[in-house]
């Protein structure tokens, strides 16, 4: 199961936070008089949002991304598709089981760490992932973060194979390009793409995309 060592916990903890404020925005500048409130989070992609393989620190539970991003909106109406190994290209299927979708959802992604490790081509993966995304958005989905590759050198997989950091960079970075190229200047925000620092990519303008900053550690090994 993904096992979170404590940099990575904390890092993900201030991606929640960074990433709610960011769908807040995404309903109207961050207005407080109307403030978004999911009435369902669904959670796709590989294992960090798989219910049978649960993200947790090392020597306590927390629960999958979704299910600890739910938490910080006081939702507890929770549906995890995501399954471990599970490449960009599984999206599609994961959608399709999902069913119907509405503009009360939150649709969280995490995916692409497998595609990373099979060194399949970025650009491809991206384009792809932008398929999916735009998929939801025609659903009826306003609320839609996405959760870049951690840095897969550092996995106990990476460090035994001495896999090349910068192949982890260069998929995220082709992934934030794709995505910005297609939904960029669209109005209201509905796309997120939150990278490590805990600063969001908010696809309203091509000026508020920004560069993407890898996770310093993780202790994933799916």
Known sequence: EPVMN????????????????????????????????????????????????????????????????????????????GVTGARVADLAAQIDSVGSFSAGDLVVITAGTFDVKAIATPATEAQTLVTQVQRLKTAGVKHILIMPVLDVS??????????????????NTAVLTALSTAFGGQSPNTVIYANASGVTSLFLTATSVTTYSPFTDTGYNG
């Open 154 to 171: 550092r996995t106990p997989w990476g460090r035994t194979n001495s896999f090349d950091t910068t192949v982890t960079n260069t998929f």
């Open 6 to 81: 404590p940099i990575f916990s904390r890092t993900l903890k201030v991606l929640c936070v960074v990433a709610v404020a960011g769908v807040l925005s995404a309903c109207g500048a961050g207005s407080t008089v109307d403030p978004f409130r999911p009435t369902r989070v669904i959670g796709l992609g590989d294992g960090y949002n798989d219910p049978t393989a649960t993200v947790r620190e090392v020597g306590s539970t927390t629960g999958t991304v979704v299910e600890q991003m739910a938490t910080s909106f006081g939702q507890a109406n929770v549906l995890n598709k």
